[in-house]
């Protein structure tokens, strides 16, 4: 793998349960068999680490505001790293400086499913504090609705619905070796 055929930061952006930690974790292995050897940085957890809270926690004890700010500075410090693979929280995307920032930074990848698959992957899990409530697929179709515009700015898009995590890692190898 040459490693001047890939761009130096790698940003996956997308809605919870999209597969951006999973695929994240892999690409950079897999980016990392080149001679710049990748890392992968997943903003959510780190923002965890620095915190002392889960992200339930961080937004019951702090509030969305707080959590927003942390992910703003997790991310300006995240894009300082060189040969990384980034995964942002799914409403990073939400700040339009944070959208400058990934797109003049990293080559921004977003990562999409439909909205039935991302409940069959996240709706029983605890600590999504966007999707506490009774109509998780509803409040997921809205939550896909708001932020559809803001998605926007991705440099390519990799739909995950049906993919295994090595295909849409080789997927998306193959659209930055070829961008």
Do not use: W
Request: proline fraction near 3%.
């Amino acid at each position: 793998m040459a490693a001047k055929k890939f761009p130096s930061r790698v940003l996956l952006t997308g809605f919870m349960g999209t597969g951006k930690t999973a695929v994240g974790e892999a690409l950079a292995k897999r980016l990392g068999e080149s001679p710049l050897g990748y890392s992968f940085i997943d903003l959510d957890q780190n923002i965890v680490k620095s915190c002392g809270l889960t992200v339930s926690e961080i937004f019951a004890k702090k509030g969305e505001a707080f959590f927003r700010q942390e992910e703003k500075r997790q991310l300006q410090e995240a894009l300082k790293t060189e040969s990384v693979v980034i995964a942002t929280g799914g409403g990073a995307v939400i700040d339009p400086e944070n959208r400058r920032l990934m797109k003049r930074e990293s080559v921004v990848v977003l990562l999409t499913a439909e909205p039935e698959v991302i409940l069959e992957r996240i709706g029983h899990l605890k600590g999504r504090p966007l999707l506490e409530g009774e109509n998780k697929l509803a409040t997921i179709q809205k939550l896909l609705a708001e932020r559809e515009a803001f998605y926007g700015d991705a440099t390519m898009t990799v739909d995950t619905s049906r993919n295994t995590i090595e295909e849409t890692v080789q997927e998306l190898l193959c659209q930055l070796a070829g961008r």
